[in-house]
């Protein structure tokens, strides 16, 4: 096995050198000392820790890659990676592995879950999940609408009128139904409670013609 030379390792040569060694030390296969052969070994052996130590000090300071987790990677890939999973202060999410900071989906499943089944208030849902109380009601919106397919992120594309979003035009749709005089003055203020958004009535008006138009008729083709 070939051994580098010690200096070549920033190991002190004068540490292992002929005039620092006890005079009964004699040379081994290093070439220091005299011709005992016993004797050499102990320069041997005391040269071989000098390289041990030496390589082991270089190896230590090598940058080592980081591993991977397959799951967030997937998150990722998904667009459902959750980037402040410390937010979630949730008490299953703290005690139990199975649900996953990190996982969105799971995230607002389960703070729905809470809401709808567990009975909980929104403000302590929100508070104990990390998002805001009109996220809890996007949530709810969309979820309503698509089942966990409206949790999923929003593929990319044109945007609509900004803040009239999916869950906002749900909600809408769903007071009209209630009530088919409501105008859009009276939804402007319905939607201010439900989601703390300011809207103009007229942009609600907008909306609404935007998506009569895109409803089939009973015939075919669009309205």
């Known amino acids: 096995m070939l051994r580098p030379d010690p200096a070549s390792l920033g190991t002190d040569v004068s ?60 998150l990722r890939r998904h667009g459902i990676l959750h980037l402040r999973p410390e937010k979630v202060a949730d008490e299953l999410f703290q005690t139990c592995d199975f649900f996953d900071p990190n996982d969105l989906l799971q995230i607002k499943y389960e703070m729905l879950r809470r809401v709808r089944v567990d009975h909980k208030p929104i403000r302590r849902v929100a508070q104990d999940f990390g998002f805001s109380r009109l996220s809890v009601y996007h949530a709810q919106a969309a979820f309503e609408g698509a089942g966990l397919a409206g949790l999923l992120p929003a593929k990319r594309g044109p945007r609509r009128a900004h803040k009239l979003d999916h869950a906002v035009m749900a909600f809408v749709r769903e007071e009209l139904q209630r009530d088919r005089s409501l105008r859009a003055v009276a939804l402007a203020r319905r939607i201010r409670d439900r989601f703390a958004l300011t809207i103009h009535p007229r942009s609600i008006e907008r909306a609404l013609e935007r998506s009569e138009k895109k409803t089939p008729r009973p015939g075919g083709g669009r309205r």
């Open 15 to 74: 540490l292992v050198s002929e005039s620092t060694l006890p005079s009964t030390f004699a040379a081994g296969k290093h070439g220091w000392g005299g011709p005992d052969p016993m004797r050499g070994i102990l320069v041997d052996k005391f040269v071989d820790v000098g390289i041990i130590v030496s390589t082991y000090i270089l190896e230590a300071s090598m940058p080592r890659p980081s591993a991977t987790n397959p799951k967030r990677e997937a």
